[in-house]
């Protein structure tokens, strides 16, 4: 009894689990739909012009970058050419070296002061609004990069910062937060493939 018992609350934790998620993405989709499609026809001319996108990623989103750079350099499900993206969340000695010296602020920005060019378009998968994400923003359009925020934080303060724009997430939890990124993520890659190759 006491087993049969427990696979009924399992089975209602994941159908709870299940209805959260379709919630969250159905919701979060709704209110971004207009500005995924606006900003694929952005990454689009981007790209078409020779420039490149760069992800910047917080906390959980690391692995949804990877996961983003992967789907733009390959494909998710059609044959056509990599596309030119990178992720800037992987460089674990930077990281120790600025965490040495109490300036982890400066973790992105100095990678984007390296690696990006005006022109560039600079994507923030974010979870929490903090400060070498923010630091981030300011130094990506000093460079004169394009900047777009995917955000289950605190969209308010990004707001604040004046991103070119904010797509807010609806989340009932961080892990429905990371769920709905990847998702909105491979929808702006879909929505980028089909306006440069047609599918």
Not at 88 to 108: I, R, S
Not at 127 to 153: D, H, K, N, R, Y
Not at 160 to 181: C, F, T
Request: net charge negative; aromatic share 8%; with cysteine.
């Amino acid at each position: 009894m006491l087993c049969h018992e427990g696979i009924i609350m399992s089975e209602s934790r994941i159908f709870t689990a299940y209805q959260h998620h379709s919630e969250d993405l159905e919701q979060s989709l709704a209110i971004n739909a207009d500005s995924l499609e606006q900003y694929a026809r952005t990454l689009s001319e981007v790209f078409a012009g020779g420039q490149r996108l760069v992800i910047v990623a917080s906390g959980p989103l690391a692995g949804v970058a990877s996961t983003l750079v992967n789907a733009f350099l390959y494909h998710l499900g059609v044959e056509r050419p990599a596309l030119p993206v990178v992720a800037l969340n992987h460089d674990t000695g930077l990281a120790a070296t600025l965490c040495c010296d109490k300036v982890f602020d400066q973790y992105f920005s100095c990678q984007l002061q390296a690696q990006a060019n005006p022109g560039d378009c600079v994507f923030f998968l974010d979870c929490s609004a903090g400060s070498p994400m923010l630091a981030a923003l300011q130094t990506a359009s000093e460079i004169g990069c394009a900047t777009a925020v995917l955000t289950f934080g605190d969209e308010n303060a990004w707001k604040k910062e004046d991103p070119d724009l904010v797509m807010p997430i609806v989340a009932s939890s961080p892990a429905r937060g990371v769920e709905a990124a990847l998702f909105l993520g491979q929808i702006l890659c879909e929505l980028v493939e089909a306006e440069l190759f047609g599918f």
